[in-house]
């Protein structure tokens, strides 16, 4: 704690040097060798991107909570100026770091081929620290990307494998692909997904724990965050850095963490109500939701949708109940139980072909899906589709009531909250936190 305290006083605002006590390269390395590790990837990062990974502002927007009929704080952290315009590359930053300690302990052995699957903006982030880090990098991306994003990708020497997408239900065919070349080939996973490279998450936390430190210097606290969800890396990521922070003592208390997804395409939700209809009939609690996965998808889908906004007393109650129990035996029995039986909650999306101008957020799996639920749960915070016509309002009132460039997918939290406000389970008064995570490049953000 106190590590992190002088770190975040004493030097300028270099995320992965004022956070470096986050970061598992700099423990493998020591301070001096960490810091000359970093100082040598941010020189060769700086002559191509023209910036450093930096602490991004964190500021009120009380016209924008006005203008949402908002009493409390809004707070919001604006990731659009960060290096290739999104957080994605913050997350893979500290996978280089690590790569590049693990080098350097192990006698600096060739580099391996690193690979990632992507629709867009985390390609783009892990092709600009690939290159600052010397790797070879290889980009699994939809067929149908944005020309914008291709250009960027080979500007920073990718090499884009293009993939189609032939059917619905068996996963990303991205994804499918870069499992292969990780499998088959060797290659190294430098995705933002738990499951296939644990130390980006550290990269993503530390937007979480520069919310920690911003709202500490200012002696304030926050009542809810609300985060787009997609393949669910960045939303655990933030909720890991809350509980640690608070296991140190530097947050009094776990705000409420909250997860949206749009109406195209949400897994996430699914799950997260798949699960509580579980707690709920292992207490004996009332909980109508009849979704039946051998049955029509879409037909199942329409009925959870309508459920989510027709049930929202039932959905609180357990919810809460969910949340005082969260330690007890029967709750976490359950959890035990997604650990050994995933299929009966998290699958590959099966319905519609999934669209959303939020498109940045609509991965057939959310894979970092079980650490993002137990969050939600422990905390008390909600999962909640989102509207097409919520996403292009929230859009809209986010480029209006704060100036920040932001994308639809980036702006898709501030439509979370708008969901969750209109169904009371924020209160108007109270303190709320968003992450607008991305540069508004019209049709390149995800």
Known sequence: MDGIRASWAGRAGRTFAVLRHTISAFHLLGADPYDRLLDEITA???????????????????????????????????????????????????????????????????RKVLAIYSCGNAAV???????????????????????????????????????????TGEGDPCYCAFREAVTERGWIPFACAGPENWSNLEGGATLGWELVMQLRAEARTIDSVVVQVGGGALARAIAQAFEEALE??????????????PEGGFPFVRAYHL????????????????????????????????????????????????????????????LQELLHHRERFMWPWDGLPPRSL?????????????????ALLRTGGRAVVVREET?????????????????????????????????GVIAPSESAGLFFTGFDRVDACC
């Not at 009493?71 to 315009?85: H, I, Q």
């Not at 140190?248 to 997804?261: E, I, K, Y």
């Not at 009939?281 to 939701?289: E, G, I, K």
Request: charged share 20%; aromatic share 6%.
């Open 275 to 334: 699960v509580l209809r579980e707690i709920a009939r292992r207490h004996r609690l009332a909980f109508d939701l009849g979704y039946d996965r051998t049955a029509d998808p879409q037909g199942q889908l329409t009925e959870l949708a309508a459920f989510i906004l027709g049930g929202a007393g039932q959905i609180g109650e357990v919810a809460a109940f969910a949340r005082r129990n969260f330690d007890a035996p029967s709750v976490q029995a359950v």
């Open 44 to 110: 060769r990062l700086l002559p191509f991107e023209g910036q450093d990974f930096m602490v991004t502002p964190l500021t009120d927007a009380p016209e924008l909570a006005s203008a949402l009929g908002r009493t409390g704080c809004l707070w919001v952290k604006d990731e659009t100026a960060n290096v290739t315009g999104s957080h994605k590359g913050r997350h893979l930053m500290a996978t280089l770091l690590y790569l590049e300690a693990l080098r350097r302990r192990h006698g600096s052995g060739a």
């Open 391 to 423: 996403i292009r309002q929230a859009h809209a009132a986010a480029r209006q009531h704060t100036g920040i460039p932001v994308c639809p997918t980036g702006a898709s939290g501030l439509a979370g909250l708008i969901e969750l406000s209109s169904a």
């Open 125 to 167: 982030g892990a092709s600009a620290v690939a290159r600052a880090g010397g790797y070879e990098l290889h980009a699994f991306v939809p067929a149908e990307v944005d020309p914008v994003i291709l250009t960027m990708l080979r500007d920073r020497g990718a090499v884009v494998e293009t993939i189609r997408r032939a059917t």
């Open 358 to 374: 939020a498109h940045g957020i609509l991965d057939d799996v959310t894979y970092d899906w079980y650490y993002l639920l137990e």
């Open 248 to 261: 140190l003592g530097l947050l009094a208390a776990l705000p409420r963490v909250h997860a949206c997804q």
